[in-house]
């Protein structure tokens, strides 16, 4: 089973050009989000969906979209990216009947010059 | 606020030594708190839930404490191998849903020969 996987590795991107961060989970879990990780700061959420067919905000969405057409994928878009977008992305996914635990993605490592 | 501290920032021990992570939260109502491992370049991985009830639970060689009163956590790690080096996060649910986590920064540990 690969669990969540997440494309690409890594990523250099100019300033101001559009980018989609992809995430497939195997799992059928039915939630799933996008984080931030950031030197010196905890995770912090960006989106997140709860289900095929809805998504919601997290606690730092702006400049970030997301979409959930299906149960398995959530492709994260930077419309136009900006150098404070450089980090480190991670995608979970949980399910209600495994308490919620969340399970991460190998992360992808976006520089925005 | 609701906020997630953990200390030390990071530590050093030698190889079969035990240690113990803190963790001190204000995140009220909660309803689970966490311990994730993540080690250098990948996603954080679950290692011990409890809900608000529960005041220890063990995987291994890793038991997690909970006293709700004091609103502290801790993480003891017994008979350390090098292949515990990684970051220690603690994560809060408010109970509010799995979209409502509070990560604390976490605690660099570093297991040396």
């Known amino acids: 089973t690969a669990g969540i996987t997440q494309a690409p590795t890594s990523q250099i991107l100019a300033a101001g050009r559009s980018m989609t961060l992809r995430c497939t989970q195997d799992?059928?879990?039915?939630?799933m989000y996008w984080y931030r990780q950031d030197l010196g700061l905890g995770l912090r959420l960006i989106h997140y969906?709860?289900?095929?067919?809805?998504?919601g905000k997290g606690e730092v969405p702006d400049g970030y979209s997301v979409s959930r057409a299906n149960t398995d994928d959530f492709p994260l878009t930077l419309a136009s990216a900006v150098p404070s977008q450089t980090s480190v992305y991670f995608c979970?996914?949980?399910?209600?009947?495994?308490?919620?635990?969340?399970?991460f993605g190998p992360g992808t490592r976006l520089t925005v010059l | 606020k609701n906020q997630v501290e953990q200390s030390p920032q990071s530590l050093i021990i030698l190889e079969g030594k035990n240690c113990t992570l803190q963790?001190?939260?204000?995140?009220?109502?909660?309803?689970?708190l966490r311990w994730y491992k993540q080690d250098t370049g990948r996603g954080p991985v679950s290692l011990t839930i409890?809900?608000?009830?529960?005041n220890t639970k063990s995987n291994g060689r890793y038991t997690a404490t909970l006293d709700a009163d004091t609103k502290q956590s801790s993480l003891h790690i017994t008979a350390s191998q090098l292949s515990d080096s990684a970051s220690y996060i603690c994560?809060?649910?408010?109970?509010?849903?799995?979209?409502?986590?509070?990560f604390g920064t976490g605690t660099r540990l570093t297991v040396i020969p």
């Open positions: 409890m809900t608000f009830s529960e």
């Open positions: 979970a996914s949980s399910d209600m009947a495994e308490g919620d635990t969340q399970y």
């Open positions: 969906s709860n289900t095929a067919g809805t998504t």
């Open positions: 994560v809060v649910d408010l109970q509010t849903g799995a979209n409502n986590l509070f």
């Open positions: 799992m059928r879990h039915n939630a």
């Open positions: 963790c001190n939260y204000t995140v009220s109502p909660f309803s689970n």
